[in-house]
């Protein structure tokens, strides 16, 4: 079985089309997204209709939450604190009724079998929404987990650079991001897995998909969101406290 993992579109309706264009034309079976629908992008509610429309399979990122039940916003370093109040505001203030009230139902673990394979979804790690699990995370940590989740395969975003990494027999696979990358390469991130379903054996490919970011920034500066995103997404911005370790 082929399943395409998406997370982090953070609202980039363009984006998130050009990798479900991608994905159907590598034949994926299915696809699951590991949350951050909203925040930063244009397109929340369009996004949220694109997933409902293909029956994608979410679990809640903490930007989702924040939105949708009215909690702070969540930490964004990488902003000046007035650019980032004001776009998570935006973010809230034009979340539909409809799509506030789907993001609710989003729970923060979704757990999946193909044959003997388990899988966990998550946005963060399975203990917390914002701890983001990657290259840079302690191999004590990832051992630790992989006592907790009974999981064969453990499948998040959050830290929106690509990971692969292999703990006490437990896979861990972080897609990185269709909307934002930080990983100094702009083009939108997912990963397809192909899942043996009667072994379990799972093989991983992250891709990489351009897609129009100037239509994107345009409807940014359109709708009164800051440059500073639009700067990001140009750029593929890069986070040095990450990457350079990867």
């Not at 750029?235 to 350079?244: A, K, N, T, V, Y």
């Amino acid at each position: 079985m082929r399943v395409a993992i998406l997370t982090d579109i953070h609202g980039n309706l363009h984006a998130l089309q050009a990798v479900l264009d991608d994905a159907w034309a590598e034949r994926a079976d299915r696809m699951l997204c590991a949350g951050d629908l909203v925040g930063y992008g244009p397109f929340p509610n369009e996004v949220i209709a694109l997933l409902r429309e293909h029956d994608v399979k979410c679990a809640i990122g903490d930007h989702d939450d924040a939105a949708a039940f009215g909690r702070p916003a969540p930490p964004t370093p990488w902003l000046p604190p007035a650019v980032s109040d004001l776009t998570f505001m935006w973010t809230r203030a034009h979340l539909s009724p409809v799509s506030r009230t789907w993001l609710r139902r989003l729970l923060p673990q979704v757990r999946l079998e193909i044959g003997p394979c388990r899988l966990m979804i998550v946005h963060g790690s399975p203990r917390d929404l914002q701890e983001g699990l990657g290259i840079q995370t302690p191999e004590d940590i990832m051992r630790e987990i992989t006592y907790q989740t009974k999981a064969n395969l453990v499948i998040s975003g959050h830290t929106h650079v690509p990971c692969y990494r292999v703990v006490n027999a437990v896979t861990f696979v972080n897609a990185g991001s269709v909307g934002q990358p930080r990983d100094g390469d702009p083009r939108a991130a997912y990963a397809l897995l192909d899942i043996d379903p009667v072994t379990g054996k799972t093989q991983a490919l992250i891709k990489r998909v351009a897609y129009d970011i100037e239509a994107v920034t345009r409807a940014l500066a359109q709708r009164g969101l800051p440059p500073e995103l639009a700067q990001a997404l140009r750029q593929g911005l890069q986070e040095p406290e990450e990457w350079e370790q990867s």
